[in-house]
């Protein structure tokens, strides 16, 4: 990779699924608001959203889901 690239979590993109003709289609999304060690990104996670602002910033008091 060159300097600059970004990876795409695969588990994110939006995704086709598919049913049977008389089936239900449903997908199971799971999502998480950051990895973050003493209130700062993980490296990646912060080169990432320095590229890519987060179009809906946490609320100021919400703690993070996981920390590493």
């Given at each position: 990779m060159d300097p600059g690239n970004l990876?795409?979590?695969q588990i994110l993109p939006?995704?086709?699924v598919d049913a049977s003709a008389d089936g239900i289609a449903s997908s199971?999304?799971?999502s998480h608001g950051g990895i973050m060690r003493n209130g700062?990104?993980?490296p990646n996670e912060k080169a990432l959203?320095?590229?890519?602002?987060?179009?809906?910033p946490a609320n100021e008091n919400q703690k993070p889901l996981v920390e590493w």
């Open positions: 990876l795409w979590n939006p995704h086709w199971l999304n799971i700062e990104y993980a959203r320095e590229h890519n602002p987060d179009p809906f």
